[in-house]
């Protein structure tokens, strides 16, 4: 099995303990959140990037899908450039 095979099923895992209706994420915003830990990770220390990625996941909780994408890759830059 690839990594985005294993990837797939695991967050359709997590996503079935979550209740009903959960949320989905697109393949994008998946990439946005893994590129948004790395950078965090790379940033700071290992340790911020679960709680980085939490965090945005906060802000985001109430957001239109269709905006989700772009709020992570911004914040992405804006931790880039403070780096």
């Known amino acids: 099995m690839d990594q985005s095979n294993e990837l797939t099923e695991f967050l359709e895992r997590v ?6 209706n959960p949320p989905a994420v697109t393949p994008g915003e998946i990439e946005a ?6 950078v965090a990770a790379h940033t700071s ?9 939490y965090l945005a996941g ?3 909780g109430g957001a239109a899908p269709e905006a989700r994408e772009g709020f992570i ?11």
């Open 73 to 83: 890759d911004d914040l992405v830059v804006k931790l880039e450039v403070n780096r």
């Open 45 to 53: 220390e290992r340790r911020a990037a679960p709680v980085t990625t």
């Open 15 to 20: 996503r079935s303990l979550l209740g009903p």
């Open 58 to 60: 906060l802000v985001l």
């Open 33 to 38: 959140i893994l590129e948004l830990a790395r």
